[in-house]
Each structure stands twice: as structure tokens, then as C-alpha cells.
């Protein structure tokens, strides 16, 4: 089912929360390939880690626009996916995800995506690597800024589907990359606890780590 306007006009922590186990769906030359959503991160305007904070320009235009709405930028010179929610200038950016399977995607979609995203030498990139990061990610579906930024979805040919599948346990702990000063501390990134090893990077491998200080886990509310 495509998640609709209607599914983003939330806050925007909740709408990063219950993207987790939905699945992108793309279409590339005929063919829908296919990613199981597993980390994302909640911006909101006046959060200082967002580009939204830094006030209102046509490049950020996205952030501005009604919920739904697909804000793309460029991180690291490599193309990024976020979607707008509720409020103005508040977004959810799509972390990582997990090459998906199932009757709606096709039997090479693994192969197009290991074709489109090679590794930095050249070789097939191994599957738990191939989402793994926002960049990766837009790079094994042929998500571009050039073609979607200010766009919304569609369902012939990019969009997200949930499917059902509602992961039980979800961590939450801070952002990666939010430079010190600039709300850093604040825990708006969300995992899936059953797809971390796959995650840009797992809170729960680091020995210094403590929960409720660095990270907490979350029973998924939709389950209860």
C-alpha cells in the first residue's frame, strides 16, 4: 500500500519511527527493485543539525512544502533522500535500508542493484553493504536529486509501500554526523534492533556504550 500525504502529516519523530520495515519501490527500465527501510533520522526546523534551521532558500524549498514531499541534497557529493512531515521545514532522512524480496520485485532486482551501486573497486558490493548509508542507499535505486527533489512519490515507478511489516523492537539513540554545538546530543535516530549489524553505525557495538545514556530501546508502539 503507498504511504500517502496523509502518513507523513505527523510529527516527525513518529513518522521516523514507523518508517522503519517499510519498503522502497522502484521501477528502473521495467523492472521494481526494492529496500526495506531500517534507520532513519528526524529533523525538525528549529533543531540546529538541520538544514531547515539555516532558513529558507530555493534548494531547500522541500522542507517548506506540504508533508510527503521529497527533499534531496547532495551529502559528501552523492545524492540523499528525505521526506518532509508535519510543520514546516521538519524531515525525515531515509539512513539505511536492506535489499527487500518478494512477489512484487524482480528476480534480477538484486543484481541491478549490485550492478548500479559496485563497490569502490569495482567488485560486487556484498549485500548487507549495499544500503548501508544514505548515499549507498539512493545509489542502488537510482534515486536522484536531478529527477526528485521537490517531487512526491509515484506509484508507477518510486515509492513506499508498507507491506506490514512492523519490526517489535526499534533503538533510538543520537545522529551521525551532527557537528558538536548543533543539537548533537539529541536521540532522533531510529534502528531497527533486528537489522542493526546493517545499520551506517551500530550503537550497540561500541564497549564505551551505555544504555539510556548513549542509546534505549523501544518497544514499537503499533504492536501494542
Known sequence: MLLTAEFFQQDTCQVARELLGKVIRRKINGKWLAARIIETEAYY????????????TEKRKALFMPAGTIYMYYARGKDSLNISCSGEGNAVLIKSAFPYKDEATHRDALKIMQRLNPAASGAVRPLE?????????????????????????????????????IPDKIIQTTRLGIPHGRDEQLFYRFIDFDYTRYCTSNPLSKRSAVENRDYKFLKNDTND
Open 129 to 165: 553493504k549495499l544500503c548501508r548509508g544514505q548515499t549507498l542507499l539512493c545509489q542502488a535505486l537510482d534515486v536522484k536529486v536531478a529527477q526528485w527533489d521537490q517531487q512526491v512519490f509515484d506509484e508507477n515507478c518510486f515509492y513506499i509501500d508498507d507491506t506490514g511489516e
Open 45 to 56: 526546523l528549529q533543531d540546529r543539525g538541520s538544514h531547515a534551521s539555516l532558513g529558507y
